[in-house]
Structure formats: C-alpha cells, structure tokens
C-alpha cells in the first residue's frame, strides 16, 4: 500500500473523530434546576387576654393604715402584698404566653387562647 494511503486513513478517521467530538458536544442538556425558597411572614394578633391591663388593687392611705391595730395591720399589708405578688405573677404569665405565641400557628394560638380562659 502507498504511504499516502496512510495518511488519507489517518486523516479520514481524525475527521471522524472530530465530527463525532461536535455531535456530541451539541448534544442537547437539561436546564439547570434552581430551588427556589419563598419566605411567607404571616402575622397574628395576640390574644386581647393576653394583652388586658392587670390593675392592682389601690392601697389605703398611709394614715388609714397607721390607724388599724397592729393585726389588722399586719393583716392588711400581707394581703396587699400577696395580692401585688398575684398580679405580678399574672402578668409573667401573660409575657410568657406572648413569647411562646411567636413563630406558631394560627391554632396553636387558638389553643392558647382556650386554655386562658
């Protein structure tokens, strides 16, 4: 065989081969998928008995005060300061409640709402 013939194969088959490199380089490709995140801020009303005014009970008059015997007295103020105690207490609860609220859902706050009353 002539040495040309050689190098017509050779040729021929480098052609070849670069046809099928482009083929295949033009080969359709799937799009590339993005995940996509949506962030969705719903806001809720805190329950009204959560966020009702907790009034304490008004003290006597320092001289009402002087004025009671000394158990009457001692009476009075354990009671007022008992009482401060309770409504100190209710209102950490409320806060509570109020914090535990943020991030839940709508029944969750329902429920929250049911159990308070």
Known sequence: MNPFHY????VLALVFCLVLLVLQ???????????????????????????????????????EVKALSLPER???????????????DTCNKNLISIRKLQG????AIDEAQSKSK
């Open 7 to 10: 190098h017509v194969r050779f």
């Open 25 to 63: 380089g033009c080969a359709t490709t799937q799009p590339e998928q993005k995940v996509v995140y949506k962030t969705k801020t719903v806001y809720l009303a805190i329950p009204a008995s959560f966020t009702e005014p907790i009034i304490p009970s008004k003290p006597r008059a320092p001289s």
């Open 74 to 88: 001692e009476l009075y103020l354990s009671t007022l300061v008992k009482d401060s105690w309770r409504d100190l």
């Open 104 to 107: 839940t859902t709508k029944e």
